[in-house]
């Protein structure tokens, strides 16, 4: 265990399960949030907050301060956008502020670097083939800003660990479970299936993984992850009638839902999302998104399970658990 935790991305869905993790472990944790964000209030108050954002190095300056051979960083922040057209931002903070990070573990010689990458940033083989972490990590060769993002961030964490950073990359599947508040697309889409308001769905799927085991493979990494190795965080493969018949049983709910073909779905998903960005309303049904489900979502999560001792827990448990947590806070 080391003697101190640095976590970027501590407010978020993901950085949130990881703080829980680390305090099973009584480790003091100092964590990065954005200023005025409110979700800082709700973090463990053994908690050191640091208010700041990995594009400023004023920031990570006191964030970093005292770190050394001791430290563990673990890197989550970043932007997950499903926008045909994101912007610049994403490549700013998902690259730019990952850099930013990397230097400020190098001058700082910090013990331990665990990177949160994406499965979007391994190269997709065909159909029927598991994918694995054995890949070049490119723009080149994934679709969308979101991906390539990731995919150079990887390689920049990569090339660090070449120059000597104990470095290691996780790379998450789809990550749901219980305590989404930021509502992503799979708490979404549950929300308006609980309230009643989703006649139709998508045919499709993809992998699937708890946050909870996501955030546990994570510490796992910062103790028994090898420098220069990447893992993958998957979880079960799993279609949208699937999630959807899980809640069902859950609740014991008889209301059904239609579903129409992913090529029906390309054709309207452009349409939604100009509707949606005009009206600013959040962006869930969009090219990329049905682009996704239509993708190869085979993972092989072995190298994780050998190294780690990575094994999540099932489809079914994870959205029994996300739709009584739904019910319980008031949110369906």
Known sequence: MFHTYLVTGASGFLGRAVLAE??????????????????????????????GDVCDDGSLEHF?????????????AGIVLVASHPGE???????????????????????????????????EKPKGTEITEDAVF???????????????????????????????????????????????????????????????AVKGGYDFVDVRDVAAGIVSCAEQGQPGHGYILSGEYATIRDILNAAKETLEIKRTVSFFPIRLAKLIAPLYEKR????????????????????????????AAAALGYAPRSLQSSIRDMVIWLKETGKS
């Open 22 to 51: 680390l305090e099973k472990k009584g480790a003091p944790v100092r964590a990065l949030v954005i200023k005025n964000d409110p979700l800082a209030a709700e973090l463990p108050e053994d908690v050191s907050v640091v208010y």
């Open 64 to 76: 970093f301060s005292g770190a050394d051979e001791r430290t563990c960083v673990i890197h989550c």
């Open 89 to 123: 931002r994403i490549y700013r903070v998902n690259v730019g502020g990952t850099n930013n990070i990397l230097r400020h573990c190098e001058k700082a010689g910090v013990g331990k670097l665990v990177y949160v990458s994406s499965v979007h940033a391994i190269p």
């Open 138 to 200: 490119s723009p080149d060769a994934v679709q969308g800003d979101y991906a390539k993002s990731k995919a150079i961030a990887t390689s920049l964490v990569f090339e660090a660990s070449d120059r000597g950073l104990n470095a290691s990359v996780v790379f998450p599947s789809g990550i749901i479970g219980p305590g989404d508040v930021g509502k992503g697309s799979i708490t979404h889409m549950l929300l308006s299936f609980l309230a009643g308001k989703l006649p139709v």
């Open 276 to 303: 949606n960005l005009q009206k600013k309303q959040p962006l869930y049904f969009t090219p990329y998104s049905v682009a996704v489900l239509d993708s190869n979502g085979r993972f092989d999560r072995s190298a």
